[in-house]
């Protein structure tokens, strides 16, 4: 659907009533091949392409989505959206975007896309390969398969007030599933990764021997007594820890007042060796475009700068809620209102990789999985069930489960340090992170 089209829609809504139209256009083709114990078990493949449209009368706003983009599709969908603006309730904050704050220019190229398409037969061989290579390592006695996908997705949108942007990209994923042990004694592990070029995705072999490895890293695994040790997030979920620092500095969070970061603007949370960037420019970035879901252009922030807080996440409402200005971070699908999100974070590197931390904390637990976490929002209290590996001396010892960990954020964030090794593993990427002296809840 080019541009042309979408401001046929655009303008059929000012037609029907509307003040101010905002049309998204979603293209996304897929295949994915699932294998098990050497067989074939899923093919899967999705074309799809749906229309958004979003409309305000005065401080009324509506938006609907739908998949058929015929002439007649169109009609219906401008029609019902622009009848349910007419019935909505008013906002003070709604609106398109700063007309002065709008990405302008050609779209400048992140090298997102790769020209590969690969065929079924083509996928299966990579999963087959990265199953067998799981099934070879030493104490693994069965899998839960492997799988390889492609995608390719392109998204467009136009504004009434002359907005036209597109962008578009690839995925190339390749994951396993390994199981260790026998009976109870059963354990899993898993590793996968997702990158916009086939040639920047590690090896099908690589992918399968870690699976296999963290399956049988963690047979034998022991429960512990309740204790306040040294904890280390490893580097592949350590983000996880970071997710409700996103949710917190959000600003429909911060405008509603359930944020328990909402008085720190400004404010030195971490330590001045932590900085965490959001980039949406890097080059083969899974989280890279040229402007935010309301067509603002977006740039490079350090949302934390040598530990200080410098920013919330800003839509355009929830910026004139604030009497701020958007940053940028503007997120929509099809249907509903823009929300906020980043685009590429990354947690800059320290100087101990994780060896180095554990030297560091001397004994603890290093986390490699992490279940169920529970966060207070207004006040930051947060626990997450874990299981992992002992450490003592600075050198594994042996594997624990069903344990918790738990804190407050801001005491936590306070005494994070970040590790070494950095790995590019998508659009939220952080090193290990030694937290000292955090609650573990065991037998």
């Avoid at 530990?307 to 800003?314: I, K, S």
């Avoid at 004139?320 to 800059?348: D, F, I, K, W, Y």
């Amino acid at each position: 659907m080019d541009e042309n089209l979408l401001n046929e829609v655009a303008a059929s809504a000012l037609a029907a009533g509307a003040d101010a139209a905002e049309i998204a256009f979603a293209e996304r083709q897929s295949l994915s091949v699932t294998v098990r114990l050497g067989e074939l078990e899923e093919v899967e493949r999705e074309e799809s392409r749906d229309l958004g449209v979003r409309v305000l009368i005065g401080k009324r706003q509506a938006s609907v989505s739908g998949s058929d983009i015929s002439p007649e599709g169109r009609r219906k969908l401008v029609e019902r959206v622009v009848a349910m603006a007419r019935l909505a309730a008013e906002d003070p904050w709604v609106g398109l975007a700063p007309r002065d704050r709008l990405a302008k220019g050609p779209a400048p190229d992140f090298d997102l896309r790769d020209p590969t398409e690969p065929g079924p037969e083509f996928l299966e061989e990579r999963a087959r390969a990265a199953e067998a290579a799981a099934r070879a390592v030493a104490g693994v006695t069965n899998s839960n398969g492997a799988s390889a996908s492609w995608s390719s997705s392109a998204w467009r949108l136009v504004t009434t007030d002359g907005f036209y942007g597109a962008h578009s990209g690839t995925a190339f994923s390749l994951s396993a599933q390994a199981i260790a042990g026998e009976g109870a004694a059963m354990e899993q592990g898993g590793e996968g990764r997702a990158t916009r070029w086939l040639e920047d995705l590690p090896t099908p072999e690589a992918i399968g021997a870690e699976a296999g490895r963290r399956a049988v890293a963690a047979l034998g695994a022991r429960k512990i007594p309740s204790t306040t040790a040294a904890v280390i997030f490893e580097n592949r979920l350590s983000g996880s820890l970071l997710g409700p620092l996103l949710g917190a500095i959000a600003g429909p969070a911060v405008a509603r007042g359930v944020s328990f970061l909402k008085d720190r603007l400004g404010s030195a949370l971490f330590s001045k060796a932590v900085t965490l960037t959001d980039d949406p420019h890097r080059l083969r970035g899974m989280g890279s475009s040229p402007f935010d879901d309301e067509g603002v252009a977006n740039h490079l922030t350090n949302i934390i700068d040598e530990g200080v807080l410098t920013t919330w996440l800003l839509n355009s409402a929830t910026a004139r809620q604030l009497g701020m200005e958007t940053t940028g971070h503007a997120s929509r699908g099809l249907a509903g209102p823009p929300g906020v999100s980043a685009s590429n974070l990354t947690l800059q590197a320290g100087t101990l990789d994780q060896a180095g931390l554990m030297r560091e904390a001397g004994s603890g637990v290093l986390i490699t999985s992490m279940f169920g976490p529970s966060l207070n929002s207004n006040t930051g209290d947060w626990s997450v069930g874990c299981s992992g590996q002992w450490f003592e001396n600075g050198e594994l010892a042996y594997p624990v489960t069903e344990i918790t960990v738990a804190g407050n954020l801001i005491d936590i964030y306070a005494r994070l340090i970040p590790g070494a090794d950095l790995v590019r593993r998508g659009s939220a990427d952080t090193p290990s992170i030694l937290v000292d002296g955090l609650a573990i809840a065991g037998k």
